[in-house]
Nanobody, 125 residues
Framework: VQLQASGGGLVQPGGSLRVSCAAS????????IGWFRQAPGKEREAVSC????????YYPDFVKGRFTISSDKAKNTVYLQMNNLTPEDTAVYYC???????????????????WGQGTLVTVSS
């Protein structure tokens, strides 16, 4: 299992950014996959998860309406579209999965087993 995150960068408050996660070693047709983030001095937290077999998503309340997770199965890639970003969204964003877990809710709450290397998102003026 390999997860390659990309697309991070510097964005102004109120702006948008899309990060990508290219998956290899497995296909996006059964397991849940998600995005997690860790800000300096804070614990890692889930920001969105997707059940790839039925496209059910899960979002915590603090990102609902701002973040959207999606997948392109032909490219075996997962995306996180982030809108209306605030400085509090500054963090390293990781994509992660657990091949034995198919529920987006359970993945976001239970913790993945396989992690990518992360991509830094900085929201600042």
């Amino acid at each position: 299992v390999q997860l390659q995150a990309s697309g991070g960068g510097l964005v102004q408050p109120g702006g948008s950014l899309r990060v990508s996660c290219a998956a290899s070693g497995f296909t996006l047709n059964r397991p849940a996959i998600g995005w997690f983030r860790q800000a300096p001095g804070k614990e890692r937290e889930a920001v969105s998860c997707l059940s790839t077999w039925n496209d059910i998503t899960y979002y915590p309340d603090f990102v609902k309406g701002r973040f959207t997770i999606s997948s392109d199965k032909a490219k075996n890639t997962v995306y996180l579209q982030m809108n209306n970003l605030t400085p509090e969204d500054t963090a390293v964003y990781y994509c992660a999965t657990d091949l034995a877990q198919s529920s987006s809710h359970a993945l976001c709450h239970g913790g993945p087993t396989d992690w990518g290397q992360g991509t830094l998102v900085t929201v600042s003026s």
